[in-house]
C-alpha cells in the first residue's frame, strides 16, 4: 500500500448529508454527495462544504467522478446508503418490486465500484436487505473485484444513538479485512429519549417554538388528544377504553400493530425515526408526557444530527412533509461517526503513516 495521508470520499445518495457529516466528523474528508432529490442541495452543501451532484446514478460515469474529484495517489473511498424502501419489511408486501427502478439501485451502486475501484466500499441500508439475493450478488461482485467483505445488522443504542434503530452496514477494502470498531455502549448505558431531547422547550399541541422555527407540533384532532392522554410510555392502544379505538384495532391484523398511536418512554432509545414521525398516527411517536407528536427538532437530535445543523435556507422553506423525509432518510450521523471510526482504524492498520 502507498503511504499517503490523502483519504478522501464520494457518498452516493447522499441526501442532506447525514453519511457525509459523520465522516468528516471522524476525520475522513468528503468531496461530493450524489442524490437526485435537489432539495437536499442547501442542506448538503452548507453542512458539508462538498459538492452537490443532482442526478441519477444510474446516469453517471465513474471516470468521470475519478478526474473530477480522485488524485492518483488518494486513499478513494465511495459509501453510500441507497434508497431502503424497495429493501423493508413492508415492500415485502408488494408484488413486482424487483422490477422497480429503485430495486436497482445496488447494480448501479456496483457498477460505479467496478468502474472508480475505491481502495475502500461501504454501504448502509435496512437489515432485511441481508436476506435479498440483490444484497448477495452485490457482495458476490465485490469479492471478485478484490474486496475483502464485512457486514452486520447494527443496533444503534449500541454506539451511543438514542434510537432503537438498526441498519445493515457493510464495510469492503482492497487491503485486508475490515470490520466495524467495538460496541461503545451496554445497555445500563444506552442513551436515551431523555438524554437527547429532555432539554427542549415544552410545547402544547400545536404550538410552535419562539426560539427554534424547527422545534413546532402538528396539531392533533379532539379524538387524538383524547387518545394521547390515555397513552402511556411504551403502551399501547389497548391502554385505551374501546371508544377511542379505531374499526381497525377489532380485526385480528390490528393487534400487530401495537406501537401505532403510542407514546414514547424518556428512559430508553426512541423508536425508529421515520419520515412520519411528525404524525402520531404513524408510529409510536408521541411525546414522552406532553400530549402532541414529535417536532422537527426532536427527531433531528434522535437522528443525532447536531444542534447548529443547518436544514433550511429560509423559514419559508420550513415542511413538515419536505424535512420530514429529510431526516427520516438520513444516515444517522453518530452511525457514520462509527463508520468512518472503523475505516480509519482499519487503514491505520495498514499504514503506519495515517
Not at 82 to 89: D, G
Not at 138 to 166: H, M, T
Not at 286 to 302: D, F, K, S, V, W
Not at 318 to 333: C, D, E, F, R, S
Request: hydrophobic share 30%; aromatic share 10%.
Amino acid at each position: 500500500m502507498t503511504k499517503t495521508r490523502n483519504i478522501s470520499a464520494i457518498d452516493l445518495f447522499c441526501g442532506i448529508g447525514g453519511l457525509s457529516y459523520g465522516l468528516k466528523k471522524a476525520g475522513i474528508k468528503v468531496k461530493a454527495g450524489i442524490d437526485q432529490d435537489t432539495t437536499c442541495e442547501y442542506a448538503y452543501t452548507k453542512n458539508n462544504k462538498a459538492d452537490f451532484i443532482g442526478d441519477d446514478i444510474s446516469s453517471l460515469n465513474g471516470n468521470n467522478l475519478i478526474d473530477k474529484y480522485w488524485n492518483k495517489d488518494e486513499i478513494k473511498i465511495l459509501v453510500g446508503c441507497a434508497p431502503c424502501q424497495p429493501f423493508s419489511t413492508h415492500s415485502n408486501k408488494i408484488k413486482g418490486k424487483e422490477n422497480s427502478g429503485k430495486w436497482n439501485l445496488l447494480n448501479e451502486f456496483i457498477r460505479l465500484v467496478q468502474e472508480t475501484n475505491p481502495d475502500i466500499v461501504s454501504m448502509e441500508n435496512v437489515p432485511n436487505l441481508s436476506n435479498k439475493d440483490i444484497f448477495h450478488d452485490f457482495v458476490s461482485a465485490l469479492k471478485e473485484s478484490g474486496y475483502f467483505v464485512s457486514f452486520e445488522n447494527v443496533y444503534c443504542p449500541d454506539f451511543g444513538i438514542p434510537q432503537k434503530r438498526r441498519r445493515l452496514v457493510l464495510l469492503a477494502s482492497k487491503y485486508g479485512e475490515i470490520n466495524l470498531i467495538d460496541k461503545t455502549r451496554r445497555p445500563e448505558k444506552y442513551k436515551t429519549t431523555k438524554g437527547a431531547i429532555g432539554h427542549l422547550e415544552k410545547l402544547n399541541n400545536g404550538e410552535k417554538s419562539k426560539i427554534d422555527p424547527l422545534h413546532f407540533t402538528t396539531e392533533l384532532s379532539e379524538i387524538n388528544i383524547k387518545r394521547i392522554k390515555a397513552s402511556k410510555p411504551n403502551g399501547s392502544w389497548m391502554d385505551w377504553s374501546k371508544d377511542l379505538r379505531l374499526a381497525c384495532h377489532n380485526k385480528e391484523s390490528g393487534t400487530t400493530y401495537k406501537s401505532v398511536y403510542g407514546r414514547m418512554s424518556w428512559d430508553e432509545p426512541s423508536p425508529t425515526i421515520t419520515t412520519q414521525f411528525y404524525n402520531y398516527g404513524t408510529g409510536r411517536f408521541g411525546h414522552p408526557e406532553q400530549n402532541r407528536a414529535l417536532t422537527i427538532r426532536e427527531a433531528a437530535l434522535l437522528q443525532t444530527f447536531p444542534r447548529n445543523y443547518k436544514f433550511y435556507k429560509s423559514v419559508n422553506d420550513i415542511t413538515l412533509n419536505k424535512i420530514g423525509v429529510h431526516i427520516g432518510n438520513a444516515v444517522p450521523v453518530d452511525l457514520a461517526y462509527v463508520i468512518g471510526k472503523s475505516i480509519l482504524k482499519h487503514l491505520k492498520q495498514f499504514n503506519s503513516d495515517e
